[in-house]
């Protein structure tokens, strides 16, 4: 007598929770059970994100929490998305909100992305992330940012040399003895215009003292200080 196909034992099939915790622990994406067991995503939602299964083209519409899904099983995965990057770089979405799941999700991310995005920031500025999670106090205004880092200390050395050599490049501009600038409530001349160019520059205080010193002993034929010697002074 021919074997009843139907007598065969059949491996364990469907969608139950069961199922596809065994199935990701049979294909070593225990990351992935482990995130259903805390509850962070669901079972049905992982077997979709695998490939094992469809949502009902009723909920298959793209939405908040669908998009939610998707940068949380980024998160598991160790990869972040381009909007949980530009999360970190300008805060989040003051209409959609935070793409990450929990403040310990976002400081995570930050730690996984951090060099990556220093190393994209321009001299002097610094990913919104940094100052949530690296910064005593209120953020620095935009227009402040960099002088706030430059006497806080925290640029490196390669971005010292070229906010410096710009800011020197603003100061001297403002020697000219009839240098006059417009401060958008009418036109200004001699140290009001100097003044009001070198908070314009966002030149530190300590760098203006320093350089106004050194232009008055030129001046006068006085000898003038090195820069490296007036910082150690």
């Known amino acids: 007598m021919a074997e009843d196909p139907s007598a065969a034992p ?8 069961a199922y ?8 070593n994406r225990a990351d992935l059970a482990d995130a259903i067991e805390r509850d962070e995503v669901s079972a ?35 990869s972040l998305s381009p909007g949980q990057l530009m999360e970190l770089q300008y805060g989040p979405s003051p209409s959609a909100g935070s793409l ?33 999670f690296e910064w005593d106090g209120s953020r620095p205004s935009y227009d402040t ?3 706030v880092l430059w006497r806080m200390g925290l640029l490196s050395a390669g971005e010292k040399d070229v906010l410096e050599t710009e800011w020197k490049v603003a100061f001297t501009e403002a020697q000219e003895v009839a ?31 320093r350089w106004t010193a050194a232009a008055r002993r030129r001046r006068a034929g006085q000898p003038v200080v090195p820069l ?6």
């Open 179 to 209: 240098f006059t600038v417009n401060d958008g409530t009418g036109i200004l001349k001699g140290d009001c215009a100097r003044i009001a160019h070198y908070r314009w520059a966002d030149i530190p205080n300590t760098l203006v003292k």
């Open 228 to 233: 490296e010697e007036a910082a150690a002074k």
């Open 20 to 27: 596809i915790l065994d199935r990701l622990k049979r294909e």
């Open 44 to 78: 049905f939602s992982v077997a979709v994100s695998r490939g094992w299964t469809k949502r009902p083209p009723t909920l298959a519409a793209v939405t908040h929490q669908a998009r939610k899904r998707q940068h949380r099983f980024q998160a598991i995965d160790g």
């Open 10 to 17: 059949r491996r364990q099939q469907g969608h139950s929770r």
């Open 145 to 147: 940012e960099r002088s």
């Open 100 to 132: 990450f799941g929990s403040r310990e999700e976002l400081e995570r991310a930050w730690q996984q992305a951090r060099e990556r995005l220093l190393e994209r920031s321009n001299p002097g500025r610094r990913p919104a992330a940094f100052y949530e």
